[in-house]
């Protein structure tokens, strides 16, 4: 007989419904991640009992963990469906794997979330090169090779959500920015263009659900899949926003 994994979903219908577990039958292949095996049930959505269901909705892309677009809850703890590799998972638990959506954004439906909170933080901390024209501006200054490497892990942030899932101090009756958004501040505040905006991030910064509401619980570094000095970047904005209220009060 042919070897089956069992695969529990966490699902739900809509935004408003309520969830409920099902539990799918897969037939193993080597090498196999979360992703396929999501591909595996779509194409055959049937319960461990052989009861026709529909799909399970869940969202992907790039299926190398540049995207983000994949995050979910698997086996309780957050990452993307895409480089969750089936044969690790099962040497940790062998009999089970659970999927469940991020619970610190709305379900849209089944695994799929909507993580515009995330990308409304990037518009708080003005996380971009401001550019006000497509006219040629001539090159822009040199970043020296020493800060070009210090800068590199800050950039490669892919807005995936896990660090934020990860943050006690992100929850739904809280105004807090997020990890992720406090090191793009840092990391905007680093470049040379992006620098004229410095004060209006500052003020992001030290406003409502700015740095101060950070724990240092450190769970988000743990969970970044780009492994990105997070810790790092925190104390920097930390920093920096200490410097900027006394400036400030100096100032007015
Ligand atoms: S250090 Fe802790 S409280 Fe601060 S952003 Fe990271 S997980 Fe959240
Ligand atoms: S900082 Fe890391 S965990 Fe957070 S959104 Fe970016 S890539 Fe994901
Ligand atoms: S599909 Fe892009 S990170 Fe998984």
């Known amino acids: 007989m042919s070897r089956t994994i069992t695969v529990a979903v966490k699902r739900q219908d809509s935004p408003s419904a309520g969830s409920h ?11 196999m991640n979360m992703t396929t095996v999501l591909q595996r049930i779509a194409a055959r959505p049937e319960t461990e009992h052989g009861q026709r ?21 698997v086996n309780g703890g957050v990452r993307q469906a895409c480089s969750a590799l089936v044969d690790d998972l099962l040497a940790d638990r062998p009999d089970l794997i ?42 822009g200054p040199i ?17 995936c959500g896990c660090c934020v899932e990860a943050c006690p ?4 009756k809280s105004p807090f ?12 505040n680093e470049h040379p263009v992006a620098r004229f905006e410095f004060d209006e991030r500052m003020e992001a910064l030290t406003a409502e659900g700015g740095i101060a509401d950070c724990g240092n619980a450190q769970n988000c570094v743990k969970v970044c899949p780009k492994n990105i000095p997070l810790t790092r970047s925190i104390a920097k904005a930390g920093r920096q926003a200490t410097l900027y209220a006394i400036g400030k009060f100096f100032r007015e």
């Open 21 to 31: 577990w099902v539990r799918f039958r897969v037939a193993y292949e080597a090498g």
């Open 177 to 188: 920015i997020g990890p992720a958004a406090i090191n793009q501040a840092v990391r905007f």
């Open 169 to 172: 101090q992100v929850h739904e």
């Open 53 to 73: 269901v529909t799909p399970v909705a869940y969202d992907a892309c790039c299926l190398e963990e540049v995207c983000g677009a994949c995050s979910m809850l």
């Open 143 to 159: 970043i020296p090779q020493k800060q070009q490497e210090g800068d590199y892990p800050l950039t490669t942030c892919m807005s």
């Open 98 to 139: 659970t999927l469940e959506p991020m619970t610190k954004f709305p379900v849209v439906r089944d695994l799929v979330v909507d993580r515009s909170r995330m990308f409304e933080t990037l518009k708080t901390v003005r996380a971009w090169v401001p550019a006000d024209g497509y006219f040629d501006r001539g090159p």
